[in-house]
Nanobody, 124 residues
Framework: QVQLVESGGGLVQAGDALGLSCVASGGTFSNYAMGWFRQAPGKEREFVAVSSYSGRATGYADSVKGRFTISRDNAKNTVYLQMNSLKPEDTAVYYC?????????????????WGKGTLVTVSS
């Protein structure tokens, strides 16, 4: 059983940057593709970004491409999400996710493990 714990959320202004971290425990981190999802109030949970086991392959939702960067440090069992040029529409609870393959992380149904989430609020 893999446990995922996110940190780094908070209240920022539009245009600011914020970095999220997710530490994994209870499994072999490098065996999992890792990703980030988000859920805004009243909306469904949606894919944000994904990283392969090594971090060499990444993917992003169109809404965050060019502004967000996912990375991972397998030695620290940690995946990161650097968010730049934040917009009010980025306001959501951000969830860390793990799955066996990068393809499984393109939607919430394929996620094997979820973190509890961290709230990001972007004011205009």
């Amino acid at each position: 059983q893999v446990q995922l714990v996110e940190s780094g959320g908070g209240l920022v202004q539009a245009g600011d940057a914020l970095g999220l971290s997710c530490v994994a425990s209870g499994g072999t981190f490098s065996n999992y593709a890792m990703g980030w999802f988000r859920q805004a109030p009243g909306k469904e949970r949606e894919f944000v970004a994904v990283s392969s086991y090594s971090g060499r392959a990444t993917g992003y939702a169109d809404s965050v491409k060019g502004r967000f960067t996912i990375s991972r440090d397998n030695a620290k069992n940690t995946v990161y999400l650097q968010m730049n040029s934040l917009k009010p529409e980025d306001t959501a609870v951000y969830y860390c996710a793990a799955a066996g393959t990068i393809g499984e992380l393109t939607g919430p149904d394929g996620v094997r493990y979820w973190g509890k989430g961290t709230l990001v609020t972007v004011s205009s």
